[in-house]
């Protein structure tokens, strides 16, 4: 069984995407996002996903997506935003290189900009961003085992010391 060198975990404007493609650059490792993977098998986005399946059924998706890229994938994961909601997934995740990338409001706010394709952002975008920061933030502090804060840096900035902090506890 391959095991991923890191999972990114943390909410959406975080940068998990971003920062996994610079991670497996460096590392030469392919990189891995279970909204993709969802996507792929649904064959359609996850916005729509939501509107005509609904939130449940999308998370029930998305779990089993977590599962099998845990026990498939040797690169690099990101996960979406929500998926460390279900217990199975929080479970799943123990035993890996689980990296919260951290981010505060303002930061989150300006990287979702207006939450186009965002089905949990329809509405008022910064009161909805705040109340997922403020429900998931726990939770994502507990599956990790490395936090790395995002706010005010790069992207690259941000990989670099992912890269480091990952290549340090190796």
């Known amino acids: 069984m391959s095991k991923p060198r890191v999972v990114l975990v943390g909410p959406m404007g975080a940068g998990k995407s971003t920062v996994a493609r610079r991670l497996g650059a460096h590392w030469g490792l392919p990189v891995r996002d279970t909204d993709q993977d969802i ?3 649904a064959g359609k986005p996850v ?3 939501f509107v005509d399946e609904g939130e449940e059924h999308f998370r029930a998706l998305e779990v089993e997506a977590v ?3 845990l026990e498939g994938h040797d ?3 990101a996960l979406g935003g929500g998926a460390v909601l279900a217990e199975a997934t929080q479970q799943a995740l123990e035993g890996h290189t689980v990296v919260y990338l951290e981010v505060g409001l303002a ?6 900009g207006l939450g186009h394709g965002r089905p949990l952002l329809l509405g ?3 009161a909805r961003v705040m109340k997922l920061l403020e429900e998931r933030a726990p939770i994502y502090d507990a599956v990790a085992t490395i ?3 995002t706010n005010g840096r790069t992207p690259d900035d941000v990989a670099a010391e992912v890269i480091r902090r990952v290549e340090e506890t190796a």
């Not at 930061?107 to 979702?112: E, I, L, Q």
């Open 147 to 149: 936090t790395v804060d």
């Open 75 to 77: 690169g690099v994961l």
């Open 67 to 69: 599962r099998a890229a």
């Open 39 to 41: 996507e792929a098998t």
């Open 107 to 112: 930061d989150a706010v300006k990287r979702v």
């Open 47 to 49: 916005s729509e996903i």
């Open 124 to 126: 008022n975008v910064r």
